[in-house]
T-cell receptor, first 116, second 111 residues
Framework: AQKVTQAQTEISVVEKEDVTLDCVYE???????LFWYKQPPSGELVFLIR????DEQNEISGRYSWNFQKSTSSFNFTITASQVVDSAVYFC?????????????WGLGTSLAVNP | ETGVTQSPTHLIKTRGQQVTLRCSSQ?????VSWYQQALGQGPQFIFQ???????GRGNFPPRFSGLQFPNYSSELNVNALELDDSALYLC??????????FGPGTRLTVL
């Protein structure tokens, strides 16, 4: 069965520190998608990135970077030079299903607190 | 701003009552997915609608039902509310199986 594990429940850092959020997934599908979403205190889930299973290139977007390794079934997320506005719960998710049915399977989230 | 809206923002009901939550999808999107997120948990998939047809369902009882309208907006109905139904209900819209974009959610409290 598909599963997403985010082992870090809570992380607390001081502003400007780098922080890495871990995500490990399980799936028997050969084609799948991985996602990261950010959930600030307001509750709305904000899409950050989508990566398909055939693209293992790392991606960088500003202070955010993602490391996808199929060999270890991991899709880790690094924030460089963290800021207070990065404080939120971050979710890793895995798409499940084929065709037009793409429900998302979610980890429990990692709560990141960036302190000034 | 994703363009996905949900109403109401907050709702308080008592056990046994029925509730309807609404979602307007982003322009150009034809698929709506509903999720339930209990406090401190990740979202759980309830069901998905694609072109007005249910297109997948999670492990939720039949008292959770929904529909999608021709303009691709959607409703989630929950009958016979239970205390455990208290949660944040999230709606996501997408173009078929592409990336899902979420609305702000409806926080339901069942007393």
């Amino acid at each position: 069965a598909q599963k997403v594990t985010q082992a870090q429940t809570e992380i607390s850092v001081v502003e400007k520190e780098d922080v890495t959020l871990d995500c490990v997934y399980e799936t028997r599908d050969t084609t799948y998608y991985l996602f990261w979403y950010k959930q600030p205190p307001s509750g709305e889930l904000v899409f950050l990135i989508r990566r398909n299973s055939f693209d293992e290139q790392n991606e960088i977007s500003g202070r955010y970077s993602w490391n996808f390794q199929k060999s270890t079934s991991s899709f880790n997320f690094t924030i460089t030079a963290s800021q207070v506005v990065d404080s939120a719960v971050y979710f890793c998710a895995l798409s499940d299903g084929a065709g037009n049915n793409r429900k998302l399977i979610w980890g429990l989230g990692t709560s990141l607190a960036v302190n000034p | 701003e994703t363009g996905v809206t949900q109403s109401p923002t907050h709702l308080i009901k008592t056990r046994g009552q029925q509730v309807t939550l609404r979602c307007s999808s982003q322009s150009g999107h034809n698929t709506v997915s509903w999720y339930q997120q209990a406090l401190g948990q990740g979202p759980q998939f309830i069901f998905q609608y694609y072109r007005e047809e249910e297109n997948g369902r999670g492990n939720f009882p039949p008292r959770f039902s929904g529909l999608q309208f021709p303009n691709y907006s959607s409703e989630l109905n929950v009958n016979a509310l239970e205390l455990d139904d208290s949660a944040l209900y999230l709606c996501a819209s997408s173009l078929a199986a592409n990336t899902q974009y979420f609305g702000p959610g409806t926080r339901l409290t069942v007393l």
